[in-house]
């Protein structure tokens, strides 16, 4: 099948979630398979935000449920599937690096401004307190550093705790968009397969934050600016040697990065690259361009090859992964935690034409925001409430009546006008685009698509 006749796409034969594009719960037709999706992230938003309540509220469950499972990681790594799997369909069905990024920039930047501002005004003037070591930072590079999204790999501390996954999710759009350039983007498998390898063969033997400790910090953090900006700029040329070239640099600097200046151990970014491009290969096996049996047991051996680079290289600091005691335990938490993440996407992947519940669905339409939001709430919780010596549900209740408005408030508010601007500044191709000449009887494309 050429790329011209599986780029294009009809109501009944689209990627089954198109990104940014509010699903609704169950419903019938299209909108039925865009919730199961909507679902996974709405259930990522819920864990990391209970697992980071837990402590606070439910202290004894917390503890009993850490020994064997880390619900915060879990919910990290199925937000990545979920990336894998819709980001390249993205790209592939825009056909244009430029409108693929004009697209993330608006889908994530506005509301990452306003979770930033929001974080200083409290460390400001408020209760809240900037993390450790970020206050030490000269300011000019620390927002340099979040600007690009990437400072978790410029070593720079995250201005809020879950922003080092911001960091990875952009590796991953640099990646792919350099696959796309190559026209290897359909290698999903291999992209998946050889990740996982690397961090099982180098993952112990790759220098952490090895850039920052030799060149210094803001030499590494301007030059990271620099080079983005400039792949970037290529990409939104309009023409196609300099958008070819411009994603190629971009992704030999993402690679760069992860493979020498990251904050968390090699191997373990590396794991989370390889099930990112994992989600990619359970989409090509849902759309039928790889057998059930291939991508089956690419699943299989991307498992095992995160867990055995855990066993090889966690040495000897036990919560270097997850948490636990001791590097066993560890082992342990990490085995456990993303086979369940794995598992989650493969159920809700099988039952992907049965009815969601629409809370749910809804909670993955504004999953971004209360991703973002939720450290800021338990901060201004924490002035109200003190830590819990013993269980309090009732405390988690009140805590997500805070989130989940705030959060609805935010979508609308910040995420939808961002998403709007991203359709009217992609305009019309271009870029690298793919060509779009189609044999006689293709369908018209599917009118309504998001940008």
Not at 107 to 132: H, K, M
Not at 227 to 249: D, I
Not at 354 to 361: E, N, T, Y
């Amino acid at each position: 099948m050429s790329d011209a006749v599986w780029l294009m796409s009809t109501r009944s034969s689209r990627p089954a979630h198109v990104p940014d594009l509010p699903g609704a719960g169950g419903g019938p037709g299209p909108d039925r398979r865009l919730a199961w999706l909507d679902a996974l992230r709405g259930i990522g938003a819920l864990m990391v935000a209970l697992h980071h309540a837990a402590p606070r509220y439910l202290p004894e469950l917390s503890a009993t449920v850490l020994r064997w499972f880390n619900p915060g990681t879990y919910g990290v790594i199925v937000f990545f599937l979920v990336s894998g799997y819709i980001i390249p369909a993205s790209l592939e069905r825009r056909g244009s690096l430029r409108r693929f990024w004009v697209g993330r920039v608006c889908r994530l930047y506005p509301l990452l401004i306003v979770a930033l501002a929001a974080t200083a005004l409290l460390a400001r003037w408020g209760p809240g307190q900037l993390r450790e070591g970020l206050g030490e930072r000269d300011p000019l590079s620390a927002l340099l550093a979040h600007g690009t999204m990437l400072q978790d790999l410029l070593g720079v501390p995250n201005a809020l705790n879950v922003l080092w996954t911001l960091s990875y999710e952009m590796v991953f759009y640099f990646l792919v968009a350099a696959l796309f350039a190559l026209r290897q983007h359909r290698r999903s498998a291999p992209a998946a397969l050889g990740t996982a390898a690397l961090g099982v063969a180098a993952g112990g033997l790759l220098p952490a934050a090895a850039l920052t400790r030799g060149l210094g910090g803001a030499p590494v953090i301007a030059a990271t600016a620099l080079g983005a900006a400039v792949a970037l700029c290529a990409v939104a040329s309009g023409r196609a040697s300099w958008c070819r070239a411009g994603a190629l640099f971009g992704g030999a600097l993402a690679a760069v990065l992860v493979l020498c200046n990251g904050r968390i151990p090699p191997w373990q970014g590396l794991a989370l690259l390889s099930l990112m491009f994992t989600g990619t290969v359970l989409y090509r096996m849902e759309r039928g361009q790889l057998s059930r049996a291939a991508g089956t047991t690419v699943v299989g051996m991307v498992l095992a090859a995160c867990v055995l680079s855990a066993a090889l290289h966690i040495g000897s600091r036990g919560d270097a992964v997850t948490g636990g005691a001791d590097p066993q335990a560890a082992v342990r938490i990490w085995a456990l935690t993303v086979g369940l993440a794995l598992l989650t996407f493969g159920v809700a992947m099988a039952l992907r034409r049965h009815r969601v519940p629409r809370w749910l669905a809804f909670c993955g339409v504004i999953s971004y925001s209360l991703y973002l939001l939720h450290p800021l709430v338990l901060e201004v919780c924490d002035l109200a409430v003190p830590w819990q010596q013993h269980d309090t549900p009732l405390l988690v209740a009140a805590y997500l009546a805070l989130l989940l408005p705030l959060s609805m408030l935010a979508h609308r508010l910040v995420e939808l006008p961002g998403q709007r601007l991203g359709k009217v500044l992609a305009g019309p191709p271009g870029g690298l685009p793919v060509p779009r000449q189609e044999p006689p009887g293709t369908p018209v494309p599917a009118r309504g698509e998001a940008v």
